[in-house]
């Protein structure tokens, strides 16, 4: 492939992975010091922005093109394993928020974990993360996005136990890792099964690729493969279990709010920009397989619109910053899995820019979230219990109207960036099914809800914690002034994204319906106005019961403890592999007293060999007699060899006289 | 009596009997490295007699040989003298009955 032809083919598309991969490397290697391995990453990222950039301009205005760069990778046994790399409208919106939103929050963490000694490895697994989730992007094929998908599982093992010293956040990679590779393996099968269904691995490949209508239309075909769904549902269903699990979607959400144990630029990264997108990603990439099969779009709907409410109700409940907007970020995207099956459902072609506009929105104002929580806990010592916060707002006004913004867009208070995307996933769950719809709604209104009240917490009355409350240096406020504005602003430009990211069929059918209209604004304006109304005047130290809490007890617990979907998991699969372990144990018990067994017999008959072959012919025989044979020639030898070197000397003289001898003989 | 190149050879045969002899009978490491060079030199002494006596003395080949030699022989000695004392440094003597190093 041609990485320097930057005209007609789109090659060079793999500089944007390529650069964060070179300075991880450096990193990696070179051990710079923490100053220098910001500035090495950062200016590999925003090499990465600008052809981000330029690949975003290419595809403004040319939804339907969609261009491909293939190479082959290997060949096995006849078989080519084709690489490469693909730009479509959804490729270039993806890339840039990407890049430019991991570009920001870079530069924040160069701030924030300036105090940090592994500043630099820390700055090294960032890049390797961007690669991953940069050449996932990009990638054409659907090995090469499994790959670069594994990849970004690598990394944000290593960034959620970056601290790893704590228990709690070994604990938390662990999990995080072990919990999506179950997903992973969906998606593993459903690649295999998209090879052996196709032949190919890629996804556009001038009409043969598996996303393209004739290979649908010929897997479609194949009805009833397995649990009723046809080819391509198969697929799909494998491939959104992989994204159930990246996605942190039920019932796999519970490594998620357990990755806030991560740096916060982290938590910024996995849960705005890359990690959890990348399995909504995965659902839109291979959105047409999703298509042929709607009862593949209905389990899509119904994991979506169940973890949306599942998340919304936890987060009420909990008193970590971080892990409300751990829990709303899970709730976010099973909107986004709602907004992208009932697009399909609803628009039968172009559903894929509905929950795709609701990524990228949500990804500037989570990623702003999450920045403000970690500017919000720096200036209060490093605390994330919002019970011991209170007052900040007039201590950190910055950092707190950024926060509040983030706020406002994410319960989609009208007009801001939120309102513009939750509209259309609510109008057409509306269309596609009236019980996610409503399922939907509950939520949005509990996260307006849930908001309001952590805001209250955090903002209102007085300082509850210890110490000095201190604004943020302008390293850490500068971006989220940047995101704040993209999150406020971001839905006027929402048309255009929507046509834009409509690949699929080129024009989007914006739908207008007062009804939900009406209902999205209930639903926003009156969570924050219930918030507001709970909680603007209780008491809210640490020994104070929470407002809500006094009405429903027992609720309320069940809420605190999550559900109990942890617990409920150490009970299940953890007793199962418990289980599984001891029968395998007890087998493998007895095929070691089986094998001891097979060693005494064989030692036995081994002993009645050695008794006499052994012994006499080996022993005395062979190697015996051979080294009586050495020891006595080199006797000999051992008495020329006297150390006396006029001795060798004697010996030289003599073999000269010989030869002299022989020579006068033979010359006769 | 005229000298002829059978005497130059006869006293080559002599010099170098003696060299050798002493080469392979004295003890004195010293007195062993002269001898090395008497033999040496009843080479030197063939060379020159062979080129007085030829066809053709007029080419310079016998001396140019011999002063080859000889210029090897200084470097050789020098080197010999050199090693002398690295051994006497090593084993307090330069008596070569003593030194049996080689025969580990």
Redesign the interface.
């Known amino acids: 492939m041609n990485l320097f032809d930057f005209s007609d083919s789109v090659g060079w598309l793999m500089w944007i992975p390529i650069c964060p991969l070179i300075a991880g490397v450096v990193l990696a290697l070179l051990k710079p010091s923490g100053k220098v391995s910001a500035m090495v990453a950062i200016a590999a990222l925003t090499v990465s922005l600008g052809f981000s950039l330029k690949a975003f301009a290419g595809t403004w205005g040319h939804e339907a093109h969609t261009l491909t760069h293939n190479f082959t990778w290997i060949q096995i046994a006849g078989v080519n394993l084709e690489f490469g790399v693909v730009l479509n409208s959804l490729t270039g919106s993806m890339l840039a928020m990407v890049s430019f939103i991991g570009l920001l929050i870079f530069i924040y963490s160069a701030s924030y974990m300036s105090q940090d000694e592994r500043m630099g490895r820390f700055f090294c697994y960032l890049s390797i993360f961007m690669v991953g989730m940069l050449g996932l992007v990009v990638a054409n094929s659907v090995l090469m996005l499994f790959m670069f998908w594994e990849i970004v599982g690598l990394a944000s093992y290593l960034l959620i136990g970056f601290w790893f010293h704590k228990p709690s956040a070994a604990a938390a990679a662990k999990k995080a890792f072990i919990t999506t590779r179950i997903g992973d393996l969906g998606f593993l099968i459903g690649l295999l099964w998209a090879f052996k269904a196709t032949g190919t691995f890629l996804f556009f490949d001038g009409g043969v690729g598996i996303l393209e209508s004739s290979t649908i239309a010929a897997l479609a075909s194949n009805t009833n493969v397995l649990w009723g769904l046809n080819g391509a549902g198969v697929i799909a269903v494998f491939l959104f279990i992989g994204a159930v699990g990246k996605s942190g979607q039920l019932p796999l959400h519970v490594w998620l709010p357990d990755a806030m144990e991560g740096p916060t630029p982290v938590s910024a990264l996995i849960h705005a920009a890359t990690m959890v997108a990348a399995g909504v990603f995965l659902v839109a990439r291979a959105f047409p397989l999703f298509l042929a099969d709607t009862a593949a779009l209905e389990i899509v709907i119904w994991i979506g619109g169940l973890t949306a409410l599942f998340a919304a109700l936890i987060a009420i409940a909990q008193y970590d910053i971080k892990r409300i907007l751990a829990y709303s970020t899970v709730s976010q995207l099973g909107l986004m899995m709602v907004g992208l099956g009932a697009g399909g459902l609803a628009i039968q072609d172009g559903g894929v820019s509905i929950g795709m506009f609701h990524l990228l929105t949500h990804a500037f104002f989570k990623a702003l979230l999450f920045l403000g929580a970690g500017s919000i806990i720096h200036g209060c010592g490093d605390e994330q219990d919002i019970r011991l916060m209170g007052g900040v707002f007039s201590k950190m006004k910055i950092s707190s109207l950024a926060y509040l913004a983030g706020t406002i867009a994410l319960c989609a208070f009208p007009f801001t960036s939120g309102y513009f995307s939750k509209d259309q996933i609510l109008l057409s769950a509306w269309e596609a099914n009236k019980t996610v719809f409503w399922i939907s709604a509950f939520a949005s209104l509990l996260t307006a809800f849930y908001m309001t009240r952590q805001c209250c917490y955090v903002f209102l009355g007085k300082y509850r914690g210890e110490g000095h409350v201190h604004e943020s240096p302008p390293l850490m406020t500068v971006p989220l002034v940047i995101l704040a504005v993209f999150a406020l602003l971001l839905g006027y430009v929402s048309e255009h994204f929507y046509h834009v990211l409509d690949y699929l069929s080129g024009v989007h059918v914006h739908q207008h319906n007062s009804t939900v209209v009406i209902i999205s604004w209930i639903i926003a304006l009156g969570g924050i106005s219930l918030g507001l109304l709970v909680y603007a005047r209780a008491k809210m130290g640490i020994d104070d019961v929470d407002p809500v809490k006094r009405l429903m007890t027992t609720p309320y617990g069940w809420l605190e403890n999550r559900l109990y979907a942890d617990e409920l998991y150490q009970l299940t699969a953890f007793k199962l592999w418990g289980a599984l372990a001891k029968a395998i144990s007890a087998i493998e018990g007895l095929i070691y007293i089986m094998v001891v067994v097979a060693t005494a017999i064989v030692s036995m008959i081994g002993q009645f060999f050695s008794g006499t072959i052994d012994k006499k012919l080996i022993d005395q025989v062979s190697f015996d007699g051979t080294c009586k044979r050495i020891y006595e020639s080199s006797q000999i030898n051992a008495f020329i060899?006297?150390?006396?070197?006029?001795g060798?000397?004697?010996i030289v003289?003599a073999g000269a006289v010989v030869i002299g001898i022989l020579f006068l003989l033979l010359a006769r | 009596m005229e000298l002829t190149l059978n005497h130059f050879l006869i006293l080559s045969a002599i010099l170098f009997s003696i060299g050798?002899v002493g080469?392979?009978?004295r003890r004195h490491i010293i007195i062993?490295l002269i001898c090395l060079e008497i033999m040496l030199n009843a080479a030197n002494l063939n060379l020159i007699a062979f080129w007085h006596f030829s066809p053709n003395p007029e080419l310079m080949h016998g001396p140019l040989f011999t002063l080859f030699t000889i210029a090897i022989a200084a470097t050789e000695a020098a080197l010999g003298l050199a090693l002398v004392l690295a051994i006497f440094r090593h084993y307090q003597t330069i008596d070569?009955?003593q030194?049996?190093?080689?025969?580990?």
């Open positions: 060899q006297n150390g006396f070197l006029q060798y000397l004697r003289t | 050798l080469a392979l009978t062993m070569l009955e030194i049996q190093g080689l025969k580990e």
